[in-house]
């Protein structure tokens, strides 16, 4: 079954402002990425966090990691209009051979 | 300079003929893998292979079979094409035994089965 779970399934703010995604997940973890997806192309590796750290940065972007409540966020500061895409959180389990169980995505656009 | 390549880009092709989908990554990884994404862009893995071994296989029907001739490559192969399976294939590769974990994608086979 499908494992995570994105909210919001779809956002659209204005450049310059702050966007904040969700992820939930159902089972232990070892890791948990998050992805960029632009329309029509392949996805694109943003960031890991390990089960046990809580927090991470990566230029613009800031992810967090609860693992008691089982999920994580992914905020990205001062969006572009560049940042149109789909985002997807993936979770690799441990002992998974490094299979990613990916979420259901939420559609960012960021308008001028 | 493409990292994870694959072909074609584009398949269209009628119910109940055979296709192959070929990928390869010119990264030196040890793993690579297979992604079907479909219409609602809902990612699903389907078989991994680690230095030509299978190491993931899904529960994918039978008429989809793998097949890495080395670590360079993983080609898919299907069988009896049926309408459902009309969809977004993507490859990815990964350094497995270093520990990284991240996965590097391939533009995508857009299949479309009629």
């Known amino acids: 079954s499908q494992q995570g779970e994105e909210d919001p399934q779809a956002l659209s703010i204005q450049e310059g402002e702050n966007a904040t995604m969700n992820c939930s997940y159902k089972?232990?973890?070892?890791?948990l990425q998050w992805y960029r997806q632009n329309s029509g192309r392949g996805l694109v590796h943003l960031i890991l966090i390990r089960s046990n750290e809580r927090e991470k940065h990566s230029g613009r972007l800031r992810v967090t990691l609860d693992t008691s409540k089982k999920s994580s966020s992914l905020l990205i500061t001062a969006s572009r209009a560049a940042d149109t895409a789909s985002y997807f959180c993936?979770?690799?389990?441990w002992g998974g051979g490094n299979k990613l169980t990916f979420g259901t995505g939420t559609q960012l656009k960021v308008e001028l | 300079d493409t990292a994870v390549s694959q072909t074609p880009k584009y398949l269209v092709t009628q119910m109940g003929n055979d296709k192959s989908i070929k990928c390869e990554q010119n990264?030196?990884?040890?793993?690579m893998y297979w992604y079907k994404q479909d219409s609602k862009k809902f990612l699903k893995i389907m078989f991994s292979y680690n230095n030509k071994e299978l190491i993931i296989n899904e529960t994918v029907p039978n008429r989809f079979s793998p097949k890495s001739p080395d670590k360079a490559h993983l080609n898919l192969h299907i069988n009896s094409l049926e309408l459902g399976d009309s969809a977004v294939y993507f490859c990815a590769s990964s350094l497995l035994r270093e520990g990284r974990e991240t996965q590097y994608f391939g533009p995508g086979t857009r299949l479309l089965v009629l």
């Open positions: 990264l030196g990884h040890d793993t």
């Open positions: 993936a979770t690799d389990a």
């Open positions: 089972t232990s973890i070892n890791n």
